[in-house]
């Protein structure tokens, strides 16, 4: 599908110079001279390379076009992270290198969305809210600030986020996954 060049967003996956791009940062430009400009910065799916390109406002752009499809989270092995479809219970493996940091995420039976190239999986979204346990924290000094300062806590899963002081060692939370930052206490 194409698309112009002003409405280039981070995250979108754009089909330019045979590879597939994920959109890490857009900014546009208007200098005072010439036309305006949208400068993107991209990373390649497929050879992990960075490629910063200028787009004129009045290009187009091919954005990849992707299936999306529910999958509940299964297991994981050394390399893999392994799914099942709930209707038809087809199971596929993702590679831990195209999900990253987010595998920590994961807990059994999650609901995830898988993003399918060709059908090719190329990415997942997670719920955009899931449920951790804290670890360990640092004990909160009273009255160590007046304004609210946040502490470093451990989450079982081994990601470090930043906590509020009142947040104890084996309390339950949510956590936003698309920030990793503390919501609100269970």
Not at 51 to 57: D, H, I, K
Request: glycine share 4%.
């Amino acid at each position: 599908m194409k698309i112009n060049a002003g409405e280039i967003r981070v995250g979108m996956l754009l089909e330019y110079k045979n590879d597939l791009w994920q959109v890490l940062k857009t900014q546009h430009v208007k200098p005072g001279k010439g036309g305006a400009f949208a400068q993107v910065e991209m990373k390649s799916l497929n050879k992990n390379t960075k490629l910063n390109e200028r787009f004129r406002s009045s290009e187009t752009v091919e954005k990849a076009s992707l299936e999306e499809t529910k999958y509940n989270y299964l297991y994981e092995d050394e390399n893999n992270y392994f799914f099942m479809e709930p209707k038809s219970f087809e199971q596929i493996e993702i590679e831990k290198k195209i999900i990253g940091e987010k595998g920590k995420l994961l807990t059994e039976n999650l609901e995830v969305s898988v993003n399918f190239y060709e059908n090719k999986p190329i990415s997942i979204d997670l719920p955009n809210q899931v449920s951790c346990k804290i670890k360990r924290t640092d004990v909160a000094l009273k009255g160590q600030t007046v304004s609210s300062s946040y502490k470093p806590a451990t989450l079982d899963n081994g990601l470090s986020i930043q906590v509020p002081p009142f947040i104890e060692s084996e309390d339950e939370i949510i956590l936003d996954t698309r920030t990793l930052e503390y919501i609100k206490k269970i």
